[in-house]
């Protein structure tokens, strides 16, 4: 499997400011996702980062509000920008397709989770 | 677009019993997978079928996908306090690489 490090763990955030998060893998891997679970809910995608170029962000997530880079295989960020209280959620990061691993079977690894409140 | 609908939110138990949490695809899916999620932990993933009728078993846990390929479900036989968590049915879809993730059903264990 794979080690996903995320940071800030958890962070109290002011209404209007921006906040960024990182995802480092110990892994090099093809596919990086960046996940919102709101409490008590399930997880919903915001978006594929994409190694070297634009992500790829899913209906209802903008790259104004939630710009991501992916500047090599292990490494990516998620910036939550101009935060609301409606941005109040844990903010996963998640890797597929670990390369150099032997068999990959589509299983998604996730970090431990960004847990973002904003006042 | 694609929705998965999973049944129920919520269930509680008494340990030692059975539990099954049912997942609907409103699309055929090309496979199916299972992720736990601990309180306060992170999704981790359980199992993955493919195959039009496959089961898979795990311990304690069975796991089917349906002969259409639309449905799958997860059985855990005799529950226990560790078994405590929300369990997530994932569809991928034919068409494209992206998960679809249920809602989940959140087990809660009375010892």
């Known amino acids: 499997s794979a080690v996903i490090s995320q940071k800030p763990s958890r962070d109290i955030c002011q209404r209007g400011t921006s906040l960024t998060i990182q995802c480092q893998v110990d892994?090099?891997?093809?596919?990086m996702f960046w996940y919102r679970q709101q409490p008590g809910q399930s997880l919903t995608l915001i978006a594929t980062?994409?190694?070297?170029?634009?992500?790829?962000?899913e209906s209802g997530f903008v790259i104004d509000k939630f710009p991501i880079s992916r500047p090599n295989l292990t490494f990516s960020t998620l910036t939550v920008s101009n935060m609301s209280p409606e941005d109040s959620s844990i903010y996963l990061c998640?890797?597929?397709?670990?390369?150099?691993?032997?068999?990959?079977?589509?299983?998604?690894?996730f970090g431990e989770g960004s847990r973002l409140t904003v006042l | 677009g694609q929705q998965v609908m999973q049944i129920p939110q919520y269930q509680h138990v008494q340990e030692g019993e059975d539990f099954t949490t049912y997942c609907n695809s409103s699309t055929t899916l090309s496979n199916i997978q299972w992720y736990k999620q601990r309180p306060g932990g992170h999704p981790v993933f359980l199992i993955q079928?493919?195959?039009?009728?496959e089961v898979k078993k795990q311990k304690r846990l069975t796991f089917q996908f349906g002969e259409a390929k639309k449905n799958s479900s997860l059985h855990i036989t005799a529950t226990q306090t560790t078994d405590v968590g929300t369990y997530f049915c994932?569809?991928?879809?034919?068409?494209?690489?992206?998960?679809?993730f249920g809602k989940g059903t959140l087990l809660t264990v009375n010892p």
């Open positions: 994932a569809g991928r879809q034919s068409s494209n690489y992206k998960l679809t």
């Open positions: 079928l493919v195959k039009s009728g």
């Open positions: 998640s890797v597929e397709d670990i390369q150099g691993r032997a068999t990959n079977t589509g299983e998604l690894f």
């Open positions: 980062a994409n190694q070297g170029s634009e992500a790829t962000y």
């Open positions: 892994s090099q891997v093809t596919m």
